[in-house]
């Protein structure tokens, strides 16, 4: 089922009349005459309306992303034809319409004003923005876009000039967040991130520049150098406290300030969204690999990922589920894949499943508190019929985690042949995950606590999961590696993704339903705000497109 999404922007009223100077779907961003000058708009203000605007973006996309790696639930059986191009438009126009030229117009006047953090913190968000686009879309508009009448038609730049500028601003924007605080005149009223905190702030930096490097690793021998190097500085996120997320809050009033998908999940006719029955059957039943074995005993995340309305899935009632009155197809069989349903409540539909949509809302498993701040599944099975269940919305969208750092070390470590030091990572990030999602439980205050998975289930878990590794050949060592990143970026699936292009890994994701659905996805369509109204630019002629960095895995699993 296509994602219902929810646009609704939380900007204050000026940002509202400082946006409504780009409302041109040509790139066009010249001035509206009825809207507020440059030169009288508060810098604050700027930087307020880009957190927002880029909060909302990434919560957008990373859905996308996210539905391709089985994170989420996809319904397209063809995969050129899964996402219309139409439905990036929206995104498209966030990111350089609101975003992008916001941080144009904000820029001299910061720079004017010495206002060295405003600066730092949007060159950080244009950094991730612009990785974003290239990874989802290749390559994209940068030098010649955001300028106006001089340039009504801007050509796309290659992907790696694109990601090097990514990586000068984010040097650049540390340079800025080491500036003295008092040497600064004016520091941002409003810091949604960190809250001022400008070390976490080069952390978040220095993070995201190792995205950078393990991105773009299969195309840059300096790569794996550059990201020890950050490694051996120590200047990074190493700790929840110190994850770059943005936040969401509980009011719903005008404007909405829940977490999108919570928006969409908790409605009085239930949710609007399946769940993947991959991810919930990994957690659930943690088959691994046909050699390295499974897990014992289910992923402790899952009663904090989910949220069950009903105790169990029917199994004969195909007016509800239609695949219940159906086999396996035979290329599930061969795959050893869950099909169809799951056991103790989990509703999900399989990868690719486009069936109709039954009366099944007040009974599909939803998004639990983590980490849309939804309900924490305490064996309620209440059903969702209201728009302020659980943590009423006030979740997170990750951008980068400590949990997420130590799995790309993992990674790194894994191809340099250093298997005790990549299972140790691997077990820290998923230590890290657990620690992050069971604070989330305390915030749904009507949940019954007494019911969360012991604590000791985490050791346990990760415990196993070290033995599991090193008892896994070197191919499934990386797809055990996968499947628990997998895991740890529910919230936000880009770097997923990216993970499943560079690698192919996991090999054990649950086909698509359509036997032969065509090729995967290499990149997406560009909108149609973008080609039909560019006289400089034509459609792919597909989606085999590969990005730049995606160079190491030619035929993707479907």
């Given amino acids: 089922m296509r994602k219902i999404k929810n646009y609704i922007k939380i900007f204050s009223l000026l940002s509202l009349l400082m946006v409504g100077a780009c409302e041109s779907t040509e790139l066009d961003l010249t001035q509206d005459p009825n809207a507020l000058k440059p030169d009288e708009a508060s810098t604050d203000f700027f930087i307020n309306a880009i957190q927002e ?22 319904d397209g059986r063809n995969y050129r ?6 439905r990036f438009d929206e995104e498209w126009e966030q ?12 820029t001299p006047l910061s720079e004017e004003a010495g206002e060295v953090y405003h600066i730092g913190m949007a060159q950080v968000i244009e950094a991730y923005t612009l990785m974003t686009l290239v990874d989802l879309f290749g390559d994209v508009p940068y030098s010649e876009a955001l300028q106006g009448r001089d340039n009504l038609n801007p050509t796309v730049d290659p992907g790696a000039n694109v990601y090097a500028a990514a990586e000068t601003l984010l040097t650049d924007a540390i340079t800025n967040f080491k500036v003295d605080e008092d040497d600064v005149l004016t520091v941002p009223s409003q810091d949604l991130f960190y809250q001022g905190d400008w070390e976490n702030w080069i952390k978040a930096a220095n993070s995201l520049l190792l995205k950078v490097y393990i991105t773009t690793r299969l195309v840059d021998d300096a790569a794996d150098t550059k990201f020890n190097e950050i ?3 120590g200047d990074y996120i190493t700790s929840n406290d110190e994850d770059f997320e943005f936040p969401w809050a509980t009011s719903f009033n005008n404007p909405d300030a829940r977490h999108p998908e919570y928006v969409d999940a908790y409605t009085p006719g239930g949710t609007n969204t399946y769940m993947s029955n991959w991810l919930m059957d990994y957690m659930q039943n943690g088959k691994v690999g046909n050699a390295s074995g499974t897990f014992e005993a289910a992923d402790p995340r899952m009663k904090y990922y989910f949220y069950r309305q009903s105790s169990t899935v029917p199994q004969d009632n195909p007016n509800l589920i239609n695949c219940v009155a159906e086999t396996a197809p035979p290329h599930y069989t061969t795959a050893g894949t869950v099909f169809c349903s799951l056991a103790e409540g989990y509703w999900g539909r399989d990868h690719g499943d486009d069936d109709g949509i039954p009366p099944d809302g007040q009974l599909r498993t939803a998004y639990g508190v983590y980490p849309v701040g939804g309900k924490f599944d305490d064996n309620s099975f209440d059903v969702i019929a209201s728009i302020t269940l659980g943590a009423g919305g006030g979740g997170i969208t990750p951008i980068m985690l400590a949990s997420w750092v130590d799995i790309m070390r993992a990674e790194m470590a894994l191809l340099d042949n250093q298997n005790t030091v990549a299972r140790n990572l691997l077990q820290s990030g998923v230590s890290k995950s657990f620690e992050k999602v069971r604070n989330f439980g305390s915030r749904d205050a009507t949940a019954d606590m007494t019911t969360a998975p012991d604590d000791a289930l985490d050791a346990a878990y990760v415990t196993e999961l070290g033995e599991l590794f090193d008892a896994a050949s070197d191919g499934e060592k990386m797809d055990l590696l996968g499947s628990e990143y997998f895991v740890a970026l529910f919230g936000n699936g880009i770097d997923a993704f990216n993970f499943y292009r560079r690698t192919g890994r996991p090999s054990t994701l649950q086909p698509n339903l359509e036997p032969v659905p065509g090729d995967f996805f290499r990149s997406f369509f560009y909108p149609p705000v973008f080609v039909e109204r560019n006289n400089s630019q034509g459609q792919k002629d597909g989606i085999t497109t590969q990005v ?4 190491g895995v030619e035929l ?3």
């Avoid at 990111?95 to 904000?106: F, P, V």
Wanted: aromatic residues 10%.
């Fill in 53 to 74: 605007e880029f909060g909302r973006l990434i919560a957008s996309l990373e859905v996308e992303a996210s539905e391709t790696v089985r994170i989420l639930n996809m």
């Fill in 81 to 86: 034809n899964a996402f219309a191009p139409t």
């Fill in 95 to 106: 990111a350089y319409q609101m975003i992008l030229n916001d941080i144009r117009t904000m």
């Fill in 231 to 233: 490694i051996a500085a």
């Fill in 548 to 551: 730049f960095w995606d160079t």
């Fill in 556 to 558: 993707l699993a479907n």
